[in-house]
């Protein structure tokens, strides 16, 4: 790794922050679509029903993350070969994961999940075919999931944004057929929506199966095809990725709680609409870039230590978390002044979900800078391979500070929106200071010759394993 490190990020970064943007952008859409043909409570069901799937959806994202820094590492060491088993590894353990646990287990417990966010029975009727279709039809978002992960690992970021066009196409397409009923198609509302983001990137899946297998990318296909995971290496990419799902889950967490909180106020309906149009999607133009930003720095990261210049991935996440604070000013700016318009695209015009929308891009308006510089060091953090420390984070600011100022608010019997979007305000500030201060006095750089170590001796004893078989 050499070169202008601000050059750099921006090569990575620029990709995969596009990517984030363009697959939010059916998710707007979806929810435009909802809004317009199905009202504010299909809008509530879509936002209630996502948050408990991105629950167990971040079990799966806790492997990919254990696959990016291992994968990261060896690109930066040029190592094709393990490179390529590392992901291989982890894709025989996903179809596993989605095939025994995720569908069957999801689609008998949907109907207990939604109790959880205390949701009406008009919104209720909208969010479980949803979310059944998810848990049920969802392998092709899983997989696109992990292909894109991986190729960005590799240092192959054009691929996956092109990808990324094609399923957000298809996608859209799809949405407009399926939730309004274009030609022969019935008009199936929030349950098409479903089936449009669960298969979308199935063409994306195929091509870019294709291209591994005909030896277009640098990601190789296996010599065998062995469909027992290799232990070891599935042992070390959890060992990675478990304290960064530990953190996804513990945040999506809070997500569930904060929606339960809102449904227990006046107007609970439109307020939980307010929630989901602005913070799960208008909001998403920040925390799409800043999974983007995030990604670059731990990419950025893992090749610069496995290059031997820790220094040089330190620059890196700096100058990924200064992009980062830089667009979420920008996006501020927009989100302060002009909420309205905003909220008009998703057919919010009128009182009460226009009132509670605008307080939520204003106090949106301030979090998002210190959000999207927080990711980009997380990023950096769990790079160099130091996944527990953002756990720690992520359960402080989440659950410790958010949830303890909604319990605080609570029991003095003062709760209203805008002590919840102040207390959402807050733990994104908290989050990006804990971080900014971990990261600059090297916190990760303790364990990274402990990391080394044990990633050595797991090597050699998946080699051996190798060799007896």
């Known amino acids: 790794m050499s070169g202008n490190v601000v050059r750099s990020v921006w090569k990575l970064a620029w990709p995969a922050v596009l990517l984030r943007l363009i697959d939010g952008l059916h998710s707007v859409v979806d929810h435009i679509l909802v809004g317009q043909f199905v009202g504010h409570e299909g809008n509530a069901a879509v936002g209630a029903a996502w948050l408990l799937f991105l629950v167990v959806m971040l079990l799966l994202v806790s492997l990919f993350q254990g696959m990016v820094v291992l994968a990261s590492r060896y690109s930066g060491m040029q190592d094709r070969a393990n490179l390529s088993d590392v992901v291989y590894q982890t894709l025989i353990t996903t179809v596993y994961l989605i095939i025994f646990f995720i569908a069957p287990v999801g689609y008998f417990a949907a109907p207990y999940l939604l109790q959880l966010v205390n949701i009406r029975p008009e919104v209720e009727a909208d969010a479980l075919p ?12 899983f997989l696109n ?152 720095s731990a990419t950025l990261m893992g090749q610069n230590l496995g290059a031997g210049d820790a220094s040089r991935g330190r620059r890196s996440v700096y100058v990924a978390a200064g992009m980062g604070m830089l667009w979420g000013m920008v996006l501020g700016v927009v989100f302060w ?13 009128d009182e009460p979900v226009v009132g509670f929308g605008v307080s939520l891009l204003r ?72 971080t900014q201060i971990v990261f600059t006095f090297g916190a990760w750089e303790k364990g990274l010759a402990q990391l080394r170590r044990t990633e050595e001796g797991e090597a050699a004893a998946t080699r051996m394993e190798g060799n007896r078989l």
């Not at 939980?272 to 602005?278: D, E, H, L, M, S």
């Not at 002044?337 to 015009?349: I, Q, S, T």
Request: hydrophobic fraction near 55%; aromatic fraction near 12%; proline fraction near 6%.
């Open 130 to 141: 949803y979310l059944r279709i998810m848990f049920t039809c969802s392998a092709p978002l």
């Open 145 to 296: 999931l992990l292909v894109t992960s991986a190729f960005q690992a590799s240092g192959d970021a054009k691929t996956p944004l092109l990808l990324g066009v094609l399923t957000t196409t298809i996608n859209i397409i799809l949405s407009a057929t399926l939730i309004t009923g274009l030609g022969p198609f019935p008009a199936l509302g929030t349950p098409g929506a479903a089936l449009a983001t669960a298969l979308a990137p199935t063409v994306s899946i195929i091509i870019a199966f294709t291209l591994v297998y005909r030896g277009k990318t640098i990601i190789q296909r296996p010599p065998v095809y062995r469909l027992t995971p290799q232990w070891p290496v599935i042992k070390s990419i959890a060992r990675i990725g478990g304290p960064t799902g530990v953190q996804a889950i513990l945040l999506n967490l809070a997500g569930v709680i904060v929606f339960r909180k809102i449904g227990a106020l006046e107007h609970s309906a439109a307020a939980q609409a307010a929630f989901t149009i602005c913070y799960t999607q208008i909001f998403s133009l920040v925390t799409w870039a800043s999974f983007g930003l995030r990604v670059a």
């Open 337 to 349: 002044f002009f909420p309205e318009p905003l909220l008009w695209l998703f057919d919010a015009a």
């Open 363 to 434: 106090f949106s308006a301030v979090s998002g800078m210190f959000l999207a510089a927080g990711l980009a060091l997380t990023g950096g953090l769990q790079g160099a391979g130091e996944t527990k420390i953002p756990m720690y984070i992520a359960f402080v600011s989440q659950i410790v500070i958010m949830l303890g100022l909604l319990q605080i608010f609570d029991w003095l019997d003062v709760l209203t929106a805008n002590h919840i979007w102040f207390a959402v305000m807050t733990s994104h500030i908290c989050r990006w200071f804990i």
